[in-house]
């Protein structure tokens, strides 16, 4: 089975320092690993995707996140953080073997606060 | 291009009603897919359609049923609607079952 884990339910951080959002995932073959952002009251919006190759991912709004085969960690990164930022960030992944194969599996999401 | 759309914004349900939830895109996609979202448990699927025609359960589908009408559209019903299913519901799209999803705006279902 295919799961995803979000460790920490808020971050905090200050406008203009860096921000890293984690993620760790379990799966039986390779993963497919995606980031999404909510804005209250909004739809998810897509940010960024792992799906093979280089492992560093880089998305939108300066977004940026780092595949770790070993660590099983896909954390979500940026060098310096917007008022803006502030949302609801969302992991997913995909296993690409086994049945079920075609499901997203969501973490439970992080809030991000970013204070001026 | 209006992406995924989805009506109504908001229900208001009493035990026992039934209600339908609308969702159609425009992006010619071939996957629909019906998520909840609740409050700690982030996303999980109800339904899903690969294709047209097709239609699969997820991780969550008791209570509901859907219907994949055409290539755009993808409804989700509830028949008897219990306060278990108080919920902000989702429908997304993508091009084919395994590429990124598309979601839209959301539904805000209140059962009392």
């Known amino acids: 089975a295919q799961s995803v884990a979000q460790p920490e339910d808020q971050v905090n951080v200050a406008e203009g320092n860096p921000l890293t959002v984690k993620c760790t995932y379990s799966?039986?073959?390779?993963?497919?690993l995606f980031w999404y952002v909510q804005y209250p009251n909004r739809g998810l919006q897509f940010l960024l995707k792992?799906?093979?190759?280089?492992?560093l991912v880089k998305g939108s709004y300066g977004f940026e996140a780092e595949f770790n085969k070993s660590q099983t960690s896909f954390h979500l990164k940026k060098p310096s953080a917007l008022v803006s930022d502030s949302a609801l960030y969302f992991c997913?992944?995909?296993?690409?073997?086994?049945?079920?194969?075609?499901?997203?599996?969501f973490g439970k999401g992080t809030k991000l606060s970013v204070i001026p | 291009n209006a992406g995924v759309t989805q009506t109504p914004k908001f229900q208001v349900l009493k035990t026992g009603q039934s209600m339908t939830l609308q969702c159609a895109q425009d992006m010619n996609h071939n996957s629909m897919y019906w998520y909840r979202q609740d409050p700690g448990m982030g996303l999980r699927l109800i339904y899903y359609?690969?294709?047209?025609?097709?239609?699969d359960k997820g991780e969550v589908p008791n209570g509901y049923n859907v219907s994949r009408l055409n290539k755009r559209e993808f409804s989700l019903r509830l028949e008897s609607a219990a306060p278990s299913q108080t919920s902000v519901y989702f429908c997304a799209s993508s091009e084919h079952i395994a590429d990124t999803q598309y979601f839209g705006p959301g539904t805000r279902l209140t059962v009392l």
């Open positions: 997913a992944v995909r296993d690409t073997s086994g049945a079920g194969s075609y499901q997203l599996t």
């Open positions: 359609s690969a294709s047209e025609g097709t239609t």
């Open positions: 799966v039986s073959g390779n993963p497919y």
């Open positions: 792992y799906i093979t190759g280089d492992n």
